[in-house]
């Protein structure tokens, strides 16, 4: 098939990346001219395991390509995806005005029937108003799908290639094949194709991601609560876990959720819920939980050595929202960073992937360092705030000798109490009494 998909970023491009490599010719647009000249040289300006692998082999199997031209791209093209960012305005609903300019520009390139299929997080109704603006605006036949990404960062590659179900809307039989067509190869493991209405896969997208924000919040609550009555959440974790009902998935406690995803989606939802009357109460504690999880970090560290922290020497091991990836959208680290450098302390910071998205947002204010225990030298104390599986088995001699002070504050519980205080280190983590040498 003859696929364009507008829009390179995190979604677009795995997306248009995977449908090349399953034989599909593909062209992926994008208004950055840099970018897409970087992409032609294969450069990836992401961090995807197995990403930039694919993008090169089918760059030079002419499968793929990448162009600033949609106008071209629509008229070779049958299927169309708009995957540009629909990021949170203030009021929490999501800004669709790039998903309505793709929409128009698409209109106005048609040559002939074509099957436009939103790709980007949207809320209800969107498709509708896609529909709306491309009639305005073409007399050519065409249909609108509503095709919902659930791809995880840190394994998107697998995640497309191998989805666990790939959720398609539509009312027309016509498209609903045509998008099953495409999407054949991607579930030969006998995962289904979900088909409904357009409302109910838009819908669906959402659902998914409040459901899980909403789980992560409550184990970081149960987690709190651990603390105080001297429970040890690892093994409140494994117990209800067991539970065929509840399972074991999103269910570590942590310093908070973040990324492109959870906390714009669960906003998007509140602002959906309010526009039709409703207060969704249960996802705007979710919503609170999460951003009073990522200080509980800052909190322990004040404890510990008091308020008045200038002067200070911190190292942090993480960056990125979670392990795998370079994106730093909401990432917990960054709300103690930030908190870190307003009590006065220096901070030195280390990830395997997130150091350019780092330097981007902090600049000069923070020291970077490529390798993980060159930041330990001379700190106080060392923060864990992403769960890199580098971290899980460091030369924990080393560490002691590194740090002026042997304290760790674990925000992924990647160590057992028991264990480090046999190790000579102080250790605060998440969900878990604090121990002491």
Known sequence: MKVCVIGTGYVGLVAGTCFAESGNDVV???????????????????????LEELIKRNLAEKRLRFSTDLNDAV??????????????????????????????????????????????????????????????????????VSNPEFLKEGAAVEDFMKPDRVVIGGSSEKAIELM???????????????????????????????????????????????????ADVMDVRRGVGSDRRIGHHFLFPGVGYGGSCFPKDVKAVIRTAAEQGLDFAMLKAVEAVNERQKRTMVDKVTQHFGEYLRGMRFAVWGLAFKPRTDDMREAPAVTVIDALLRAGAEVHAHDPEALGEG????????????????ALAGADALLIMTEWNEFRRPDFE????????????????????????????????????????
Do not use: W
């Open 359 to 374: 330097r981007r947002i902090f600049a000069d204010r923070v020291h970077y360092h490529r390798v993980n225990y060159d």
């Open 75 to 144: 008229k070779q093209s049958l299927i169309c995806f708009i995957a540009v960012g629909t990021p949170p305005g203030e009021d929490g609903s999501a800004d669709l005005h790039a998903v309505m300019r793709v929409a128009a520009e698409i209109a106005e390139a048609m040559n002939g029937y074509k099957v436009i299929v939103n790709k980007s997080t949207v809320p209800v109704g969107t498709a509708d108003r896609v529909r709306q603006v491309v009639a305005s605006r073409t007399q050519h036949p065409f249909d609108v």
């Open 180 to 230: 099953k067509e495409l999407y054949g190869p991607f579930v030969r493991n006998e995962h289904p194709i979900i088909t409904m209405s357009v409302a109910s896969a838009e819908m669906t997208k959402y659902a998914a991601n409040a459901m899980l924000a909403a789980r992560i919040s409550l184990m970081n609550e149960l987690a709190n609560l651990c603390e105080r009555v001297d």
């Open 28 to 50: 992926c647009v994008d208004i950055d001219e840099a970018k897409i000249v970087m992409l032609r040289e294969g450069q990836v300006p992401i961090y995807e395991p197995g």
């Open 398 to 437: 080393r560490m002691r000798q590194l740090l002026k002070h042997p304290v760790i504050f674990d925000g992924r519980n990647l160590y057992e109490p028991v264990e480090m205080r046999q190790l000579g280190f102080t250790y605060y983590s998440v969900g878990r009494r604090p121990v002491t040498p």
